[in-house]
C-alpha cells in the first residue's frame, strides 16, 4: 500500500519543495509532514485493529450460535430416536 516513487521524482519533488519553501520553512514543513504520515499510520493501525476485533467477535459468536443449533437439533434427534426406540 505505499507510494513507490522512482529516485527521479524524488528529486523532483525535492527541487520543487525547496523552491516553493526555500532552505529555511523546508525542515520544519518535512517535521510536520513526517509528524502527519505518522499519525495517520497509527490512526490507520488503530482502525485496522478495531474492524479485526469486531469481525472477529461476529465470527465467534455465529460460531456460538451454529454449535447451540447443532446441540439443541441433537438433542431433538435423541428424542425422537429414543420414542421410535421405545414406544411407551
Known amino acids: 500500500m505505499g507510494v513507490n516513487l522512482t529516485p527521479n521524482e524524488?528529486?523532483?519533488?525535492?527541487?520543487?519543495?525547496?523552491?516553493?519553501?526555500g532552505p529555511k520553512q523546508l525542515p520544519n514543513a518535512v517535521r510536520k509532514a513526517a509528524r502527519g504520515i505518522s499519525e495517520l499510520r497509527r490512526y490507520?493501525?488503530?482502525f485496522r485493529a478495531e474492524v479485526s476485533s469486531v469481525v472477529d467477535k461476529?465470527?465467534?459468536?455465529?460460531?456460538d450460535a451454529e454449535l447451540q443449533r447443532q446441540v439443541e437439533e441433537s438433542?431433538?434427534?435423541n428424542s425422537e430416536t429414543k420414542n421410535t426406540r421405545?414406544?411407551?
Request: charged share 20%.
Open 10 to 21: 524524488i528529486l523532483i519533488i525535492s527541487l520543487v519543495a525547496l523552491i516553493a519553501l
Open 44 to 46: 490507520s493501525s488503530e
Open 86 to 88: 421405545d414406544p411407551e
Open 58 to 63: 461476529a465470527v465467534e459468536d455465529s460460531h
Open 75 to 77: 438433542g431433538e434427534l
